[in-house]
Each structure stands twice: as structure tokens, then as C-alpha cells.
């Protein structure tokens, strides 16, 4: 196997496909106090998984399931259907199994899973035990008929979708790269998409950007196409787009005519915000109507809002506050006014608070119905709490009037009307009570929180030097990015219109927050990410709303399933863009579609969680063959040595390859990117002096690798991309296109 770098991409080669023989054998020794959940196991497909049991579980009655298909590479996966092992005594002693072994055959490609069920004894008597295990199996990345790539040896090169220009100027530029060694391109998102421009920013998943297309299109929409998958499901036709058709022919005229293959961006987790399609269908959003819970949010937002157009318009000069921001202390005097005199105006704590006169109404009321009164001694235990209102108005929580009549009905020596009104009394002091502790408790956290964040966004963005140092506030660029997108308009909401189904064209925008769990999802009601403006926040695309099931957004499920189908018919692979973003169930289940019509799809995926048994709970449950590492990650050169040494690959202990091998927990297998297309410069960042080391080190990595365009080229500054035309007459004759 012969490894690629920067210097020799050319010399990279394919290894021809192995001849029939007897199927290598991957021998899982099963203990009793593993976690399988996080531990990684890798397979290749042609090998057979044998599982056997450690000294403490061979007493024991042990029933193992899987749900790898039975039968061959032409029985269909069902991640829900599970089969029981057979268990195979090689001894054939009825008093002696301890040798005993179950068997599967890897025919498939993909993440699969496996219990372990038996029942422990002790003392205190028996318990059933299930523990839940899983592999992952490494498509073939088939080139030709009779030739494959391997993983290790994929050296990919990453390019932006939208700056190709139109079809007929594709080739000539994707030729550089196949000249310049690359046997892998990776295509940014080929989709329509938003005003913004942005890449990752779609407004319509199952159209392809119109700026490919040599003339304006008369119609949003091109014309249909149908076309048949030949790779998953036999004779499956699928209707697309024509440019997506148009997209799908030269994908695979690269691989036939020059062996590279092509993968390419899914994003399932946000769309633009401006799409046509949300304004159609809101509820595929984050809205005030199905997630009341960011009311109070979005009443910030909207006061942050105001705030920024009036300091733009210069509506705040009286109170010292400009449109510039030069200084520390400029920022300060701002971070006060906003503090002390803005924030406030949002009122966000009667977004939790109870109505206490209308409490105070309901409580006479059930007084005269409850004529029972407890002693001081049987309320010792009783504490009364606010419920939160579910629908997130103001001034609507409650209390348990049940318990409030236990606490505060009570005899007095004095008459009826004058122990109703003592009675109501108390209970109004208790109110009070709760009020003032929720907005002086945890609503004052939250603003606190949330001054924080606002002064953070505002430093980077007018006064670190590296930050972007904007220096004035205008109505286009806001003091901070809005966290909200009002579909019907810019103009502000009324308290009455936030509450009312108005709210569901009020869309929450996606981002990413730093150090979160990333199998917590941000925008579900036990999160506060978006009234502590927590959230780097992308304020073009709006987080998507897929909840726990298809029917919680049928429109969603079926327009992702038939983007994922579509795109899976037309590349060999997927990057899954912000996974640890998109809610591990719908991308399990995105991935189970594109399997079937590509069940060889090659998964790449950027993911970070800092940990790496979070990062093996994605690779198992999705079945990711290579994560994106990146060497600019390194801040020192002994950190990429290590960087290198860890995702190398294996070291050679011999020439003899075995028949049985033990199989071990892996680290996941890295595609190694000296830069991606979101990293600044090497040069800009560093020197000129580490571009070349920092390819050559990331070669001598026995894994897959990737670049981006432009870092080849030592262009000196972060552009989208840097593209040159092939000419076959001379190399020096490219012409280089920057495209900003």
C-alpha cells in the first residue's frame, strides 16, 4: 500500500480487488464489564465477525442479537430487525462449551448493532443484564470494476461548489486536481441556495444552484428528469432537478475517465432563512408557536434589536451612545445603557411570573368552596412553587391551588369575612415572594448571562484584533446577529402578537455552542441557550425542527429523505456538515436512506465534541468511516507529531498477515486535512515557511488526507477558493480565478 503527500499525490495506487478466498476471521472476546456502547470496533466487508466469551461469561447462559442481515449482500438492512446468534461448539462435549463461538457473516456496509443479554446471579438473587455493542464496516470505494481505493489511501481535495461558474467550465477546472495527484473531490452543497450566498445556507434541498446554468432560468424551478439508481435499490427511479441530473453525469464521468471519486456536503440540520419553502412551511422551524419556550428569547432579541436601530440612526446620542465602537471604554458606557435601561424593557421575568391578583381572585373563589382549614403543624411539609406556564404568556404561570389552600387556609380567632381576607393576605405575600424570587434568581442569571454573551459578540466584533474590527453600527449590520427571523416582516411584534399564531412566522436561527453536550439538543424547552444568548448564532439559516418521529414534521422527514436519496444517487460519499448539530436519530435514520441507494456510501463527518467516547457514539450509532482532524489544530510542532502518531494508523508487527485476528477497540479513522475551507491561511496564521512541513507531515500519516483549493497554490490570504483552469498544452499556461 503506497501512501500519498502533497509532493506525490501521482504516485497513489489502487489496489486491485482481492481474490475469492477463505474469509478472514475477526474474533470479539466479550467481557462483562466492557461498555460497548463507546468502545469503536471497524470491519471490512468479507470478513466474518466471530464473538466468544471471557472466563466470567462462560458459565453463563448468554443469548447474543444482531441486526446484520442474514443471507448475503442482496438481503436489505432493517436497523429494527435482529436476529439470534447460533452458537457453535467446535469441542462438540455436551458437559463443555466453554469454547463456544457465534458467527456473522459482513456482507454490508454501515453501523450495526449487537446485545449481549444474559441473567447474573448473587446473593440477593438474579438480574437480567442487556448490554448494547456495536461495529462499523468500511464501504468499498470501488473506482472501476476491478479496482478499488482504500481509505488510507484517499487524498481529497475540497472545493466551493457555488464559485465552479457554470457546467461548461467544470471539467477544465476539476482537471487540476486530478492532475495535481487527487483521486477525491469534495463538493461544498450543490443545492440552491440562500440570499446570502452563504455555502452551507440552502433554500431548496432538491434543486441545484441556478448560477450553474448558463442563462437565467425562466422558472424557479428547471425541468424534471427521471432517472435510475442502479447501486442500492434495483430499478428504483427518482425525479430530479435537471442540473442535479446534469451534476450526477459528471460525477461519475470523473471517476470512469479519470478514477476520482467525488463526496459532498449534506446539511440536514438548517436551511436559509429567506427560502420559500420554510415561509411555506414554518412548522419545519423552530417557531413561538410550537416551541412557546423562546418567547422570552425572542422579546430580548427584539429589544437588542431596537436598540441597535437606534444607535444606527443615531436616536442615542443624548444618552453618549454613537454608532461607533473605537474603545474599551466606549464599549463600556454601551454594556451600561444596555444593562441598566434596555434589557429591562423586555420585562422577561413575567414571562415566569404568576398574575397575583388573579391568583389572589381564583384563591377567595376556592375558599368558599374548601370550608376545611389545617392546623400550623400539618403545613410543616407543604411548599408552594410556581408551574410554569407551558405556552410561555406573561403573567401566566400558576400555583397548586390545592396546596395554597392547605398553606393558607387556616383558622384565625376572628370571624369568617375577616379570616378570608387575612387568609388571601398571606397568600398575596407569598406571591410577592415567589416573584420576586424568580426575577431576582433565575431570570436575573439568565440576563446576566446574556450581558455577558452581548458584550463578548460586540468585543470580537469591533475591537479584537482578530475579529473582523468593524467600526460602525448600521441598519444592515447590527450590534449583534439577531437570533430570530420574522417571515412575515421586520416590523417588531406586540406582546398580544407573540402570543398568537402570528408567532409561528418567528423562526429561531441555528448556530453552535462552545463546550455544549452535543446529544443535547440546544433549542429543546429544558435549554436557556437562547435567552442567554449563548449561541454563535448564523444568521442567514434557521434551525430545523424534526422532533422524535415522522409525525412530528411530515413535510420535513419526506423533503430531507428525498434530498438525502438524491444525493446519495449522484456521490460517493457524504460529509456530514455540524453533526454533533443535527439530532443523532434523524441522521441515523437520513443514513439508513442514503445506504439504500448507495449501500457502499463512503461517511465523512466534522464533529466536535472533545471527547472521544462522545465522538464514538456518533461513529457507531451513524456509522462514520473517517472524521475530519485538522493539522492547523496543532499549536506547536510537538502537538502535530502527536497528531500525525494518532491518527497513523496501525503499526506493521508482520509480514505475515493471520487468518484470526483478535479484534481490538479502534481511535476512528481521520481523513487528515492539512486546512479546510473554513481555516484562514497557513501564511496568514503563520509563515510561508510552514505550508510545505505541514503537508509533508500530514502525507506521512497512514490515513486518508485532504487539502483545500488554494492551499496548494500558496495563495497568502483566506479566499472561498482559489481555482485554475487545465490547459493540456502547458501547466504554467493555468489560469488562476480568486473568487471572493
Known amino acids: 500500500r503506497i501512501n500519498h503527500s502533497r509532493a506525490g499525490h501521482g504516485s497513489v495506487s489502487f489496489l486491485p480487488m482481492a481474490e475469492a478466498d477463505e474469509r478472514e476471521i475477526r474474533i470479539l472476546t466479550l467481557e462483562e464489564h466492557v461498555n460497548y456502547e463507546t468502545s469503536l470496533f471497524r470491519l471490512q466487508k468479507d470478513v466474518t465477525l466471530r464473538f466468544k466469551l471471557s472466563l466470567t461469561l462462560q458459565a453463563l447462559d448468554v443469548t447474543i442479537k444482531c441486526n446484520h ?6 438481503v436489505p438492512f432493517q436497523r429494527d430487525r435482529y436476529r439470534t446468534l447460533e452458537w457453535t461448539n467446535p469441542s462438540h462435549c455436551w458437559y463443555d462449551d466453554s469454547e463456544r463461538y457465534a458467527d456473522v457473516e459482513i456482507d454490508h456496509a454501515g453501523a450495526f448493532q449487537f446485545t449481549v443479554e444474559y441473567e447474573k446471579y448473587d446473593k440477593g438473587g438474579s438480574e437480567m443484564v442487556i448490554k448494547l455493542g456495536y461495529f462499523v464496516v468500511d464501504p468499498t470505494l470501488r473506482v472501476t ?35 495535481a495527484g487527487y483521486n477525491m473531490v469534495h463538493f461544498t452543497p450543490v443545492q440552491e441556495l440562500g440570499l446570502s450566498r452563504s455555502a ?16 437565467k432560468l425562466p422558472s424557479r424551478r428547471t425541468k424534471l428528469v427521471k432517472t435510475t439508481s442502479r447501486l ?27 478514477g476520482v471519486l467525488s463526496i459532498t456536503d449534506v446539511v440536514w440540520n438548517h436551511m436559509a432563512v429567506d427560502s420559500d419553502l420554510l415561509k411555506a412551511h414554518p412548522e419545519a422551524a423552530y417557531n413561538l408557536v410550537n416551541s412557546p419556550h423562546l418567547r422570552p428569547a425572542f422579546a430580548l432579541d427584539q429589544v437588542l434589536n431596537q436598540f441597535s436601530l437606534d444607535m444606527a440612526a ?44 388573579e391568583m389572589m381572585d381564583e384563591f377567595r373563589v376556592a375558599i368558599g368552596k374548601h370550608a376545611d382549614t389545617l392546623d400550623s403543624g400539618d403545613r410543616e411539609e407543604l411548599h408552594l412553587e410556581v408551574i410554569q406556564d407551558p405556552l410561555y ?5 400558576t400555583v397548586d391551588m390545592n396546596v395554597a389552600l392547605k398553606m393558607f387556609n387556616i383558622s384565625k380567632q376572628c370571624d369568617d369575612k375577616s379570616r378570608i381576607e387575612m387568609c388571601c393576605y398571606d397568600f398575596k405575600q407569598a406571591l410577592d415572594n415567589l416573584n420576586h424570587t424568580i426575577r431576582y434568581g433565575p431570570v436575573k442569571d439568565h440576563i446576566n448571562r446574556a450581558v455577558q454573551s452581548i458584550e463578548g459578540a460586540i468585543k470580537y466584533e469591533f475591537l479584537e484584533q482578530h475579529g473582523p474590527r468593524r467600526e460602525k453600527v448600521t441598519s444592515d449590520e447590527p450590534l449583534v446577529t439577531r437570533y430570530f427571523s420574522n417571515l412575515a416582516g421586520d416590523a417588531p411584534l406586540t406582546d398580544n402578537e407573540i402570543e398568537s399564531d402570528a408567532g409561528h412566522l418567528v423562526v429561531a436561527h441555528n448556530g453552535w455552542v462552545m463546550d455544549a453536550d452535543p446529544l443535547v439538543n440546544f433549542a429543546n424547552p429544558d435549554s436557556n441557550v437562547y435567552m442567554r444568548r449563548e449561541l454563535l448564532v448564523w444568521g442567514d439559516s434557521c434551525k430545523l425542527r424534526y422532533g422524535e418521529r415522522k409525525e412530528d414534521c411530515p413535510w420535513l422527514w419526506k423533503q430531507m429523505e428525498e434530498y438525502t436519496r438524491i444525493t446519495a444517487r449522484l456521490f460517493h460519499g457524504f460529509r456530514l456538515d455540524n453533526c454533533h448539530n443535527t439530532p443523532i436519530h434523524v441522521a441515523e435514520h437520513l443514513l439508513d ?21 462522545k465522538d464514538n457514539i456518533f461513529v457507531n450509532r451513524l456509522g462514520i468511516n473517517s472524521m475530519v482532524r485538522e493539522a492547523m489544530s496543532a499549536w506547536n510542532p510537538h502537538e502535530l507529531g502527536h497528531l500525525v502518531y494518532q491518527y497513523g494508523g496501525e503499526p506493521v508487527g508482520s509480514f505475515i498477515h493471520p487468518h484470526m485476528i483478535p479484534l481490538t477497540t479502534n481511535v476512528a479513522h481521520a481523513i487528515f486535512v492539512d486546512a479546510t475551507h473554513d481555516n484562514k491561511s497557513q501564511i496568514e496564521v503563520r509563515t510561508a515557511y510552514n505550508v510545505l512541513p505541514n503537508s509533508a507531515l500530514v502525507a506521512m500519516a497512514c490515513c486518508a488526507s485532504g487539502s483545500t483549493g488554494g492551499y496548494d497554490y500558496l495563495v497568502p490570504h483566506h479566499v472561498c477558493n482559489a481555482l485554475f483552469v487545465w490547459c493540456a498544452d502547458s501547466f504554467c499556461q493555468m489560469v488562476c480565478l480568486f473568487v471572493s
Open 145 to 179: 470494476k476491478d479496482r478499488t481505493l482504500p481509505l488510507d489511501c484517499v487524498a481529497c481535495l475540497s472545493l466551493l461548489s457555488k464559485n465552479l461558474g457554470t457546467f461548461s467550465g467544470w471539467k477544465s477546472k476539476l482537471q487540476v486536481a486530478k492532475e
Open 393 to 397: 404568556r406573561r403573567n401566566k404561570s
Open 200 to 215: 452551507y445556507s440552502i433554500s431548496d434541498q432538491l434543486m441545484a444552484n441556478s448560477n450553474f446554468h448558463a442563462t
Open 69 to 74: 442481515p442474514l443471507g448475503g449482500a442482496s
Open 314 to 357: 443615531g436616536r442615542l446620542e443624548s444618552e453618549g451612545v454613537s454608532a461607533y465602537i473605537r474603545s474599551e471604554g466606549e464599549l463600556s458606557h454601551l454594556m451600561h445603557v444596555l444593562n441598566d435601561s434596555v434589557i429591562v424593557k423586555a420585562r422577561l421575568w413575567e414571562y415566569f411570573s404568576v398574575d397575583v391578583f
Open 593 to 613: 436512506v442514503a445506504r439504500k441507494m448507495r449501500p457502499d456510501l463512503y461517511v465523512v463527518a466534522e464533529l466536535f465534541t472533545s471527547s472521544e467516547a
Open 232 to 258: 442500492g435499490d434495483m430499478g428504483h427511479v427518482i425525479e430530479m432537478e435537471e442540473g442535479l441530473k446534469k451534476i450526477g453525469d459528471l460525477v461519475e464521468s470523473i471517476r470512469n475517465d479519470w
